[in-house]
């Protein structure tokens, strides 16, 4: 059995992650992670928390229905997401993590600062498939490599100008496959014994409350809230992926 402490912190990673899964749709799950690694090493991490996603996805398909997808942007960021999983997999030993950290965060940073020079006001610019199998390709490696997939995929469609509903159902249905196909490499990365299984179990009662208090904000939030949210957290992730590709050469 775990200790109290580990099921304690285990159990607030998912509830939040699973809370940005219900308010946005996914691609934030880097703000959790943090919270997870306090008692667990990263690779253990994310052993555990790749099976809570498929948990995630199963409850939240309750709220992010088909009709809330936009198709024409899952069947490009799909499978180039896939590819970039694969890529990511098998360059992990092969390539510096921090520096792949480091490029994200700055990249991300740079967008979101784009957006905030132009007032707050998202730039719709027309839908391209060069740049979604870019990006999808980019949220595929770095959801292995960094553990971080949501920036690149939120770069692509926050230009598009989706209703919020439309943004959300699409991250949503984009992360389900996502995490479909990195859940078999994380589980053969990280080997998780009877414990890890065991915490996995203690904490998916966290995932069905985390997603329908986020889905409650959700609905709460105008289209405009919705965005500055959506742009205020990847600020937040790219700070966190910034500080921890610099924290490694130091």
Not at 54 to 73: H, N
Not at 139 to 148: D, E, I, L, P, Q
Not at 215 to 238: D, F, I, K, N, P
Request: proline share 6%.
């Amino acid at each position: 059995m775990p200790d109290v402490l580990t099921l304690a912190i285990s159990a607030l990673a998912v509830l939040l992650i699973a809370f940005m899964r219900g308010a946005f749709g996914g691609g934030f799950a880097i703000i959790g992670i943090p919270l997870l690694s306090l008692v667990l090493d990263p690779i253990a991490a994310g052993a555990v928390l790749a099976p809570m996603f498929i948990a995630m996805d199963v409850f939240a398909l309750r709220y992010w229905s088909p009709g809330t997808w936009s198709r024409p942007d899952v069947v490009r960021l799909v499978p180039a997401a896939v590819v970039g999983i694969a890529a990511g997999f098998l360059l992990m030993r092969a390539i510096d993590a921090r520096l792949t950290a480091i490029a994200i965060a700055l990249v991300t940073l740079a967008f979101a600062g784009h957006w905030l020079i132009g007032g707050g006001v998202p730039r719709t610019e027309p839908r391209s498939t060069a740049k979604a199998l870019l990006w999808g390709t980019a949220g595929g490696v770095t959801t292995m490599v960094a553990h971080s997939g949501g920036p690149p995929i939120a770069m692509y469609l926050l230009t598009l100008g989706l209703p919020k509903a439309v943004y959300a159902g699409t991250t949503s249905i984009v992360f389900t496959a996502i995490n479909l196909a990195k859940t078999g490499p994380w589980l053969l990365l990280g080997r998780p014994g009877r414990e890890l299984w065991v915490l996995m179990a203690l904490c998916v009662p966290a995932v069905p409350i985390g997603i329908h208090v986020g889905w409650l904000m959700h609905e709460r939030l105008s289209q405009q809230q919705m965005y500055r949210a959506c742009y205020g957290l990847l600020v937040v992730t790219a700070c966190k992926l910034l500080w921890d590709g610099v924290r490694g050469y130091l």
